[in-house]
């Protein structure tokens, strides 16, 4: 039990390395995109797009309704406990829950675009804008629960390379429209599509994945020894996760709201620069720790239940910790530095 409890925290530790490198690629993707960006819209697009980003992020999470997480901890305990057959059950009710969601919160936020508009800028000059912007949202929440099976699946490697591929996307087509100009119009178009390159290439290997489960469950014995998962348990587990991070997000983006509503764009778009440098650490290296903890400690209990759980935690800990602790510290100290040259004079009051 033990050397299949360090195996598990092993897994852990290289999926958290293999997207951690993932993720600092991107981030230097996103510096360079940044530096276009930066150069090439104004202050006030700027505070546009931080705006546009932290309301059209609110409608994700609504539409995501906490699914890609389920699908990563389910999968993966089922995984453990060599039930095979139930992984088809419970990525049907996903993708049922997913479908009318999305589609009913990108519909949502396109019908009340005007109220929207004049909830964050007092006027309804940017109605059209918020209108194209919600329909990112139903790409966006189908690309984050097709990380979330991928996850559940455990291929990490997978997971890494189609995030470069988004983003590399993501990177060509922002710069391309802009300079096309269209402006903070082009961005939310390049974000859509970084989303569609995360469907295309993640759904393949999700149906293969699928596949292989099903092969899997002709030779399992126990497999039906327990009734497959509910809607309802699966809500009891999606929503207050829905919950949590939806809370989250507002609770860290309401000083940017509060500048938005007693100041204006421009300074908004200041202070948006600066609030997206700060969460570097957490994008670089907790995205990528929670990426690969969660399905793989769902494994775990599945095959070995709560006791091996505490045990996985150490173990993986202890490998995290010795990449984890001075990157922090690194990235920390060169934050200033680094706000300073993406952002250039233009944004040097917000260091």
Request: charged residues 10%.
């Amino acid at each position: 039990m033990t050397e299949k409890i360090g195996n598990k925290a092993i897994t852990v530790a290289k999926g958290v390395r293999n997207i951690t490198i993932q993720g600092f690629i991107n981030s230097l993707i996103g510096a360079i995109l940044f530096l276009f960006i930066s150069r090439s819209i104004s202050q006030e697009e700027m505070g546009l797009y931080g705006a546009l980003t932290l309301t059209v992020t609110i409608g994700i999470m609504l539409g995501i309704l906490g699914l890609d997480y389920a699908a990563s901890r389910y999968i993966s305990y089922l995984k453990g406990q060599n039930k095979h057959s139930q992984i088809k059950n419970i990525s049907k009710k996903i993708l049922t829950v997913f479908f009318f969601s999305s589609i009913a919160i990108t519909i949502l936020f396109f019908f009340l675009s005007n109220e929207i508009s004049l909830l964050l800028f007092d006027n309804n000059s940017y109605v059209l804008l918020i209108q194209f912007s919600s329909l990112t949202i139903l790409p966006s929440v189908a690309g984050f629960v097709t990380l979330g099976f991928l996850q559940g699946f455990q291929t990490f490697s997978n997971i890494a390379l189609i995030k470069l591929l988004s983003g590399i996307s993501r990177l060509i087509t922002a710069i391309l429209l802009i300079n096309l100009g269209l402006g903070v119009l082009g961005l939310m178009a390049s974000w859509a599509i970084s989303s569609f390159i995360i469907i295309i290439f993640g759904i393949p290997i999700i149906l293969k994945q699928i596949i292989k489960s099903n092969n899997s469950s002709m030779v399992e014995i126990n497999d039906n020894s327990e009734n497959p998962l509910s809607y309802r348990e699966l809500f009891l587990f999606s929503f207050p996760m829905m919950g949590v991070y939806l809370f989250e997000h507002i609770l860290n983006a309401i000083d940017q709201y509060v500048v938005l509503a007693f100041l204006d764009l421009n300074s908004l778009g200041s202070y948006f620069v600066a609030a997206t440098a700060s969460t570097a650490i957490i994008s670089i290296l907790g995205a990528p720790l929670i990426m690969t903890l969660t399905p793989t400690i769902s494994e775990v209990h599945g095959k070995i239940k709560l006791e091996g759980v505490s045990h996985s935690f150490k173990i993986a800990s202890r490998y995290i910790s010795l990449f984890f602790t001075p990157a922090t510290f690194l990235l920390a100290a060169l934050s200033p530095v680094a706000l300073y040259i993406l952002g250039g004079e233009k944004y040097y009051d917000a260091i």
